[in-house]
Antibody
């Protein structure tokens, strides 16, 4: 069965960096676009980034552009999110999510990881 | 950016009754709309995609309708496990989510 396992969260000081990982199994990872979606405590969902199935394109929400980098290793079935220059407003649960198809500019998410909590605090 | 507005913010319904949740887009999203259910401490779960198609394993009591700017999620006979927060999401132009409707037991 499809499984996405998020890891790498923690408590980080403002200005520092963190890398989140999402290990995928149960499907052909290299044939799906993948996304990161975040949720601040008690708030709604915010799309963060997408990487196409072959890593040929990456797109980001304006709120994270220039500080976040999405990447993937199709040989290992792992999705990454590198977060630099962390700010208090980046405090959130970060979910990886599978897009329904390929080469999309907007998509729905049929499977989600359990989330990795990032807390930015001094 | 397309703004998604859900109403009401909180809906109180008794088990066994029907629940109707609304979602409005600031511009047409065609049928590129999805609904998710989220329970406390859990990741969202896909319920409906392309406005009216049920995701795999979703019970028939969940149905979606609408196109363009106005959409509805209907739960025909509420079960105890259906009390949760529901989000709509447009994916016609990148993607944005509504702010959520909390469905609580009356």
């Amino acid at each position: 069965q499809v499984q996405l396992v998020d890891s790498g969260g923690g408590v980080v000081q403002p200005g520092r960096s963190l890398r989140l990982s999402c290990a995928a199994s149960g499907f052909t990872f290299s044939t799906y676009d993948m996304h990161w979606v975040r949720q601040a405590p008690g708030k709604g969902l915010e799309w963060v980034a997408i990487i196409w199935y072959d890593a040929s394109n990456k797109y980001y929400a304006d709120s994270v552009k220039g500080r976040f980098t999405i990447s993937r290793d199709n040989s290992k079935g792992i999705l990454y999110l590198q977060i630099n220059s962390l700010r208090a407003e980046d405090t959130a649960m970060y979910y990886c999510a599978r897009g329904s198809g390929r080469q999309s500019y907007g998509d729905f998410f049929d499977y989600w990881g359990q989330g990795a909590l990032v807390t930015v605090s001094s | 950016e397309i703004v998604m507005t859900q109403s009401p913010a909180t809906l109180s319904v008794s088990p066994g009754e029907r629940a109707t949740l609304s979602c409005r887009a600031s511009e047409s999203v065609s049928s590129n709309l999805a609904w998710y259910q989220q329970k406390p401490g859990q990741a969202p779960r896909l319920l409906i995609y392309r406005a009216s198609s049920r995701a795999t394993g979703i019970p028939a009591r969940f149905s979606g309708s609408g196109s363009g700017t106005d959409f509805t999620l209907t739960i025909s006979s509420l079960q105890s496990e259906d009390f949760a927060v529901y989000y709509c999401q447009q994916f016609n132009n990148w993607t944005t989510f509504g702010q959520g409707t909390k469905l609580e037991m009356k």
